[in-house]
């Protein structure tokens, strides 16, 4: 009977991750997709269980109290500004699991273990362990216990392309000879390490690409489980995991302008105002304006496209920001919100944040929507929002940007931006937007001003 | 080469390109949820893990399995919790009708769960702007 319980189980847990994803690509349809992901995952773990080998589950128990316990409690007290960081930790987990598995597996199957199946723990304990500490690594980064600035030193990715060198070919020894146990060790520690190394000269700014790379490997390294352990449940929902990661990956990189190399290898925004410093150093004239002057331009605005970006997580803005659009939209003008594929610390970050804040989804626009309407637009609101505004991606051939698509808030007929102070972007790029005359700077940490704007603005509207 | 390590080359390839297919039409407005659906489901590693902390191979073994047992359940149950959590705030423009519906006579659960979330995540809102009980987008 169970030769025929199991499989069918996993048979029907990987049709049902693909029905779930393939629900998420729909507003109407995501949550029943989360639902169906969810019976999935119930059918892989009850065809586990009632696998013959498992003969002890007392310890199976205790692992799923603790892990239920604190996946829910995270799950229930994350707050939505710290959603990058959560999903960066997870990845470590993912990462862990499958190390760990990979480890337990060679040391209880070595030494006659087959080439093809070597290869697969080989490469399962690779990409796990160098999952696991990138991703706690990103986690740092993301959660600011780690500087968020790129740090590099001289020879760099050399050193780091050794270590992984070294790394992939002990692992190659040991496919060839499965009994050479002290190896085993040096891989795991070398994966490791290169996941730390990998992850300290990226920035904050390139945390999307990075996340969703490290997804993408997650996923791989349970594709490699599943050639180990010949489970095709794993195999499907590790090609799932690994093709999303990809994919996103490839999307965060186009919306930058540049390659995969460049994001992993470029230290891209490192002290790289030099240039900046060089060229420009006189002080420029920017008009500041008070709250009150910008909420008396907006009483008058018809449409208002707001853009935000990381500075309105950081100041977790996102409801303030929701009341000045109800105000606005009471007010008579119509209300948009444009995001730039890689606003945020993740693909999708302020999506989430506007959805928290109760924004409807269908007032917020991606980039291709709503570029052509910035012309017909009476005000451009950016919110904590730099480089993805700055002209330069499109005039200036020796900026960094060049070539980066970017929100074309310039054509608005006039431009606010909120900002705490004239500080270059990620980047390290002098936004030129910022000294045109059409444009306002507001300064001030977003949630305040958001209020202040709210504030002045009812004050407005009922005189 | 053996029958299975066939097939599942096969099952990978296929796997991926419909992974492909169906993720790049997810529209960017649901690219977090997405990535938070497939953590939860990355945590299919617990099939793997499940084996080697059941079936007594040793201290070492029961060891590494139960902390990665424990690993992949926070991801899953985790994961999709989350993932619901999230995907409940998406709502469209006009989600709540004018009227009182049939379901929007008092606070749902959904909206109680929602409120004690909120209070973590940002200061308590203020009094200038009354929002109306929304329907959660469903």
């Known amino acids: ?463 | 080469m053996s029958t299975a390590i066939e097939s599942g080359l096969y099952v990978f390839l296929l796997a991926s390109f419909v992974g492909f297919e169906v993720i790049r039409r997810v529209p960017p407005l649901f690219h977090t949820p997405l990535m938070s659906l497939t953590n939860a489901v990355a945590g299919i590693s617990l099939v793997g893990s499940l084996v080697v902390a059941g079936s007594d191979r040793g201290v070492v073994s029961t060891l590494l399995g139960t902390i990665a047992v424990t690993a992949s359940t926070i991801n899953v149950v985790g994961g999709f919790l989350i993932t619901d959590r999230m995907l409940k705030m998406f709502r469209p423009r006009d989600a709540a009708p004018k009227g009182a519906g049939p379901g929007s006579a008092g606070p749902s659960a959904a909206d109680w769960l929602r409120a004690r979330f909120r209070r973590g995540a940002a200061a308590p809102a203020s009094t200038t702007v009354t929002v109306p009980t929304r329907e959660v987008a469903r």
């Open chain 1, 1 to 463: 009977m169970n030769d025929y319980v199991v499989p069918l189980c996993y048979l029907a847990a990987g049709g049902l991750f693909i029905v779930g994803l393939k629900g998420i690509t729909q507003p109407k349809t995501a949550r029943r997709g989360l639902q169906a992901a969810e019976l999935g995952m119930l059918f892989a773990i009850v065809g586990t269980l009632v696998n013959k080998e498992i003969v002890d589950f007392r310890w199976i128990i205790l692992a799923f109290v603790v892990g239920s316990a604190i996946g829910a409690l995270m799950a229930v007290f994350v707050p939505m500004t710290a959603m990058p960081q959560r999903i960066a930790l997870s990845h470590a987990f993912g990462a862990l699991a499958a190390g760990l598995v990979g480890t337990a597996e060679y040391y209880h199957r070595q030494p006659e273990i087959g080439a093809f199946t070597m290869t697969a723990i080989t490469l399962e304990v690779l990409l796990g362990f160098v999952t696991f500490t990138g991703s706690l690594m990103a986690f740092g980064k993301l959660h600011e216990i780690l500087p968020g600035r790129p740090q590099v030193y001289r020879g760099q990715n050399v050193v780091n392309l050794a270590t992984f060198a070294v790394a992939a070919a002990a692992g190659v020894w040991l496919i060839t000879d499965p009994s050479k146990t002290f190896l085993f060790p040096v891989i795991a520690v070398l994966a490791a390490a290169f996941g730390v190394m990998l992850i300290i000269p990226i920035g904050g700014a390139d945390m999307p690409t990075v996340i969703s790379l490290l997804n993408s490997y997650a996923g791989l390294s349970s594709v490699a489980m599943g050639f180990a352990l010949d489970n095709k449940a794993l195999i499907i929902a590790g090609a799932l995991d690994g093709s999303a990661g990809f994919l996103l990956s490839v999307i965060m990189c186009r919306a930058m302008n540049r390659s995969f190399s460049n994001v992993l290898f470029g230290a891209f925004g490192q002290a790289d105002t030099s240039a900046a410093a060089a060229g420009v150093v006189e002080e420029r004239p920017v008009r500041s304006a008070s709250t009150e002057e910008a909420a008396m331009l907006l009483e008058t605005a018809r449409s208002v496209i707001i853009v935000p970006g990381y500075g309105l997580a950081v100041a977790q803005a996102q409801h303030r920001i929701r009341e000045l659009a109800d105000v606005l939209i009471r007010n008579g003008a119509e209300v948009r919100f444009a995001i730039h594929p890689v606003a945020g610390r993740m693909p999708g970050h302020m999506n989430v944040l506007l959805a928290e804040a109760d924004v409807p989804y269908d007032q917020i626009l991606d980039m291709d929507e709503i570029n052509a309407d910035f012309a017909q637009t009476d005000v451009a609101l950016v919110v904590g929002a730099n480089d993805v505004t700055n002209p330069a991606a499109k005039t200036n051939k020796d900026s960094p940007i060049y070539g980066m698509p970017i929100l074309d808030v310039e054509s608005a007929r006039t431009v606010m931006v909120v900002k705490r102070g004239m500080k270059a972007g990620f980047a390290g790029v002098e936004n030129e937007l910022y000294y045109q005359d059409k444009t306002l700077m507001i300064f001030g940490d977003a949630k305040k001003v958001a209020e202040g704007l709210v504030h002045d603005l009812e004050a407005t509207v009922r005189a």
